[in-house]
């Protein structure tokens, strides 16, 4: 089940063509997480960093201990958000996944609706553009 | 004794605000109907308001409140404090002085909770207007209770006015609702 619970991007039109990108980045993600040893993944690190890059952006990846995955996709040309600020975006991101489950009304794998996720978001994204 | 140090209370409230949410969303799926769960919220709160007065009597060793202002003062700051972590603010006193709001800032309650466009009329803490009005029942005080804000709803403050109706004479005994 590979349909995201939320999708949001900045300009809004061409919105299509993020959730392509997000879709085959998940291949990346899967390998990603199932290429270490057993050891290893006690360890892994939930921000997986730069997942591949194309001609025109930049994929990042994270991933918590129970599978949720976050893509940030930022425009190539962008070159100033650096490295601390993207994980520390997966990290807002996570924490507001983390109040969203803890809503009583929102049930999992349900797309998510929540006003609160919305606002913070957006507050990311005009940060980051 | 127990003691509620600030830790304990830290690390009780998730899983408690969490309780709190299966139960009203439990609730809404049995009755399917706002109102009336709104109605089982407050009728449990009842039951445990009548049982949580002497936990809350003999912890606080208040004496007899002499006045309804008393009555407010100590609801405020010592019972919400001691069950809830919070202190409203006691406002809004009407002219007679027999009723009044309590202004609550944060309530550990709804910590989290969004409510979804189809329940409107769901009023979610009802069930602490059933507890403040069966712990006063059971110190002879027949009291209303009801939200006139919430900040679930679109309010920037959750408002509870409490109203006082009469004295209960002693000899009446107060049973489950």
């Given at each position: 089940m590979n349909c995201p619970l939320y999708i949001r991007s900045?300009?809004?039109?061409?919105e299509l063509k993020f959730h392509y990108t997000v879709h085959t980045s998940l291949d990346v993600v899967e390998e990603k997480i199932s290429g270490v040893g057993k050891a290893l993944a006690d360890q892994r690190e939930l921000y997986l960093g730069l997942l591949y890059p194309t001609e025109d952006y930049k994929v990042y990846g994270y991933v918590t201990n129970s599978k949720v995955k976050f893509v940030i996709v930022v425009d190539s040309?962008?070159?100033?958000?650096?490295d601390n600020e993207i994980r520390s975006m997966f990290r807002k991101l996570h924490n507001s996944f983390t109040d969203v489950m803890c809503n009583p009304f929102y049930n999992p794998g349900d797309p998510i609706q929540s006003k609160a996720f919305d606002s913070i978001v957006s507050t990311m994204m005009v940060q980051a553009c | 004794t127990k003691r509620y140090s600030s830790e304990s209370r830290e690390n009780n409230s998730e899983l408690f605000t969490l309780t709190y949410g299966a139960l009203v969303t439990q609730l809404c799926k049995d009755y399917e109907n706002d109102e009336e769960v709104n109605k089982q919220l407050d009728k449990m709160g009842y039951n445990i308001g009548v049982r949580l007065i002497e936990d809350f009597l003999a912890r606080s060793?208040?004496?007899?409140?002499?006045d309804f202002r008393e009555t407010a003062d100590v609801i405020a700051k010592v019972a919400f404090k001691m069950y809830l972590g919070v202190t409203p603010s006691v406002t809004n006193w009407s002219p007679a002085g027999d009723e009044f709001s309590l202004i609550l800032e944060?309530?550990?309650?709804?910590?989290f909770v969004e409510l979804p466009d189809?329940?409107?009329?769901?009023?979610?803490?009802s069930l602490l207007c059933g507890v403040l009005r069966g712990a006063l029942e059971m110190v002879q005080m027949a009291v209303d209770v009801r939200f006139a804000q919430d900040t679930l709803r679109g309010d920037s403050v959750t408002e509870i006015r409490m109203k006082f109706i009469k004295r209960i004479e002693e000899n009446l005994p107060a049973g489950d609702e």
């Open positions: 900045v300009p809004t039109q061409g040309s962008n070159t100033s958000l650096r | 060793s208040v004496g007899r409140c002499h944060s309530n550990p309650l709804v910590d189809n329940h409107s009329n769901l009023v979610y803490s």
